[in-house]
């Protein structure tokens, strides 16, 4: 039996949303759920008992920097990762695919793997299958992701084939170089914007039966609506007995209407990063803490919000710290982004589980705001 | 009777080192006392609950930060400095002058006050002994401390006895222009580094009744041993019933030799300074956490500590975030060497209560080793 297992507890008889549990090596975990980045081994800013406090349950974090800095190797002396950073919940870790996707001209991918520069110092790699299965085995975490490619975005129907196809058969030596037994291994489907695609790639990833599907090659710069199209043509073929992972993806509509076409897991930079830059997620959309407005509002971030953040400090202190570029105010937006996302996947939870997700969705949107820009 | 109290405990039979008690507005706190510096009305990296976890029982912050940024009337209108940030405990708020003194070129000096350019935005400023008490009553601390002309390092008699009259002087217009009943004012005694001088101004604030001492324009560059010297001939001079306060030093070191020669308060920079740059107090001496050595050294910073860092972390995991520029280092040292302060702060008390601070002090040096540069 796979180490990690999803539990079907409860399906939306209006939408795709479904309540489950993810059962892995460190804890179970309810879904959906929103996994916040650990990029370098830390949820920037955070300590561990932070973030599980806010209700993290499973963390992501990053096999390309990882490797680059300080090293897998390393990691796995210090005893593996959850050891190595105190966190000793779930961690999922990335394939390494995604970002050497990002390094654009930096990078070069043939049939054995993508060669590419290190963002740090320019030093040459080469990522194979097999690399990204060494290096993720040994940082240890509860589920490592298949290594595939993720087309850019537009992507022309031919191109977005021979990279599914070679997305199927890098999955394939995934499997076969992955031997550790207290990790799972989920795949990753791609097929750029072309429905047919998408589906051709789920099914040759449900054929290969991995434990788990990321749904990846998704918000990378193409407009919302296509990718809840996509989402519509993908999710059908993923087989229910297994967690669906929308990769990237974490922005409050977005959770929204994702959990609504059946995707159980997210993850994104976004709550921290924009944190880092003054920006709250707010239930009435978002604030930008340095502008003059809040200089002497004494009023919470958030009204409606009992985050650490909106309990004990106004928007007035906020922005103080942040003009005075003191390093609480990071911290301070980031407790309260990932309270705003965890609570809301617990929210969108709780409605699943009380036949009242559609209503708890619109009534979400009406007051946030819909944002149709990715 | 004035709001902040001295209650003297306990007599070292052998130094001048003392245990009491300094009643305050905000709760009574046990001296000697270090208090942790929140320049910009935060301790830099820290939340209060942090801070106050750690043992801190009264926060330093700046008058002439504050004033540029938010504003003194801006932190009245918010409620005050304890709650803008969150920190209902002790606040002193030290009066401008040393950070004004600091400018360097960038002030001027009159009988009047002193003109400075902020050091922001290059803006004009005028300092005057009733403007730095109307901004130190806006903020509202529990002490408030003199507006004092502090000489440089080194500084000519006839220039540090000119400094200490006027610094009387401007001592008698902060008393005339306090008015606020719920906050102490401090006075603060220069004469350079001259042992005359320093009694001479002792004298001269003693005269005026102040409820507490400051002893200012030491660790200014000097050596260690001529500090120790002035301390020697200006603590005889202050009353026995009132808190005597060494503004600006924090090292260990320092530290035990000021409680020697009978300093009851201190305040530094330098444990959150120094963490922010990667170096860590232990009791084997300093640690550079970005050392080679430590990559892969998967011990605790400090075997002896049990400070959340040390507990949790590995130098090889403290090294990795702080080449990786994470924040989370910046907190995890600075957590660690406010921890190693205050701790040591109690045990020195506990030594004293015990009649064995002289032996305290030895071992602590012996093994922390002796730091004679300043």
Chains 1, 2 share one sequence.
Not at 10 to 29: D, M, N, Q, V, Y
Not at 168 to 174: F, G, N, P, S, V
Not at 248 to 269: H, I, N, T, Y
Not at 298 to 313: G, K, Q, V
């Amino acid at each position: 039996m796979p180490p990690v297992q999803y539990e079907l507890i409860k399906e939306c008889p209006r939408t795709k949303a479904r309540a489950g549990i993810l059962h892995t090596p460190h804890g179970s975990f309810e879904t959906p759920i929103f996994m916040p980045v650990g990029t370098q081994a830390t949820v920037k800013t955070m300590t561990p008992e932070e973030v599980r406090e806010l209700g993290a349950g499973i963390i992501l974090s990053n096999t390309y920097h990882l490797y680059l800095r300080p090293g897998s190797e390393l990691v796995r002396q210090a005893g593996g990762l959850h050891r190595f950073m105190n966190w000793p919940h779930g961690i999922l870790t990335d394939s390494g695919g995604y970002q050497v996707f990002s390094l654009g001209p930096l990078r070069k991918i043939t049939e054995e793997g993508v060669q590419f520069k290190s963002h740090i110092d320019g030093s040459t790699h080469f990522f194979t299958p097999e690399k990204s299965m060494q290096i993720q085995m040994d940082l240890g975490a509860d589920i490592a992701m298949a290594f595939d490619e993720c087309p850019p975005y537009p992507a022309e129907f031919e191109y977005a084939k021979r990279s599914l196809e070679m997305t199927t058969r890098w999955a394939k030596r995934c499997q076969a170089a992955h031997t550790r037994e207290d990790q799972a291994l989920f795949g990753i489907t791609q097929g750029g914007m072309h429905a047919d695609l998408r589906r051709e790639s789920a099914r040759q990833l449900v054929d290969l039966d991995f434990p788990g599907y990321g749904i990846g090659g998704l918000s990378v710069g193409e407009p919302k609506p296509l990718m809840y199209e996509m989402l519509d043509v993908t999710v059908p073929e993923l087989p229910k007995n297994k967690a669906r992972y929308l990769m990237g993806v974490g922005s409050p509509d977005c959770l929204l209407e994702g959990v609504a076409r059946g995707v159980d897991m997210f993850d994104c930079v976004l709550p921290t990063r924009v944190a880092r830059n003054g920006l709250a997620f707010t239930t009435h959309g978002k604030v930008v803490i340095r502008n003059a407005e809040y200089a002497r509002d004494f009023e919470r971030l958030d009204p409606e919000c009992d985050c650490y953040t909106c309990r004990n400090y106004s928007r007035a202190y906020l922005r103080h710290l942040y003009k005075a570029e003191e390093i609480l105010v990071y911290r301070l937006l980031t407790i309260h982004n990932l309270h705003v996302l965890l609570n809301l996947m617990r929210n969108i939870r709780q409605a699943i589980l009380e036949d009242r997700f559609v209503e708890y969705k619109k009534a979400f949107l009406d007051k946030y705001g819909q944002e149709n820009h990715s």
